[in-house]
């Protein structure tokens, strides 16, 4: 029914002529949820609605094992992911506020603030975190903000503060150098961020 009701909707508008505020040319992503599957975009091409459809792959285990990792990685994702926004949101706000500004002092004191600003609200959040559930916000992390924690550090404190944390982190068993790679090593994650994303998790 929601499918004939979407297909319904977009044919009604292409006849229209209104292109959802979308040129033929842009593809937009369009999140609705159908079940395995998911409508990214769409285009307009002489006059018709072409709806685009990513047909989602689901994981198949043959062993509990690999299933009950599997479910944990998701739990982790999903606890987690909404923390990596967060720092997406706090270093966007901290760059545009370090443009506004040229001396260092200020610099220093709008990075002082912040940092004592995110121990206060997100300590409590970490130490009841479990090691993979940091690592997998490590990873996060860099796949928002396009930066590794190492690299925030070095950039916003300085390299032996990021050096001195990384050294921290290994003693856990992560690498705050850890970047992310959505092709290869963290396929997997990214295809639960999709899921999640989607309303199917």
């Known amino acids: 029914m929601k499918r004939l009701l979407l297909i319904l909707t ?7 002529g209104k292109p959802l505020g979308v040129s033929g040319q842009q593809l937009q992503v369009i999140r609705e949820n159908l079940k395995g599957g998911l409508i990214t975009g769409y285009d307009i ?46 270093y966007e706000g901290l760059v545009a506020q370090l443009a506004l500004t040229e001396s260092e002092k200020e610099r220093e004191k709008i990075t002082d603030n912040l940092e004592k600003e995110l121990v206060k609200r997100y300590t409590p959040v970490l130490e009841r975190m479990t090691r993979s559930q940091g690592k997998v916000l490590i990873k996060l992390i ?6 590794t924690a190492f690299q ?7 390299k032996f503060s990021a050096r001195f944390w990384n050294t921290i982190a290994r ?8 970047g992310y790679d959505p092709e290869g090593e963290d396929a997997l994650i990214e295809q639960i961020i999709i899921l999640y994303e989607a309303g199917l998790l």
């Not at 925030?152 to 300085?158: G, I, N």
Request: hydrophobic share 40%; aromatic share 10%.
């Open 142 to 147: 860099d796949r928002e903000v396009n930066r």
């Open 45 to 90: 091409i002489q006059g018709d609605t072409v709806v685009e459809v990513t047909i989602l792959s689901i994981p198949v285990f043959t062993k509990p094992k690999d299933m009950r990792q599997y479910q944990k990685l998701v739990n982790n994702v999903k606890k987690v992911y909404p923390y990596a926004k967060d720092a997406k949101f706090f």
């Open 171 to 178: 003693l856990f068993k992560a690498n705050l150098k850890d």
């Open 10 to 16: 977009l044919s009604l508008l292409a006849t229209l």
């Open 152 to 158: 925030l550090l070095e950039d916003f404190r300085s």
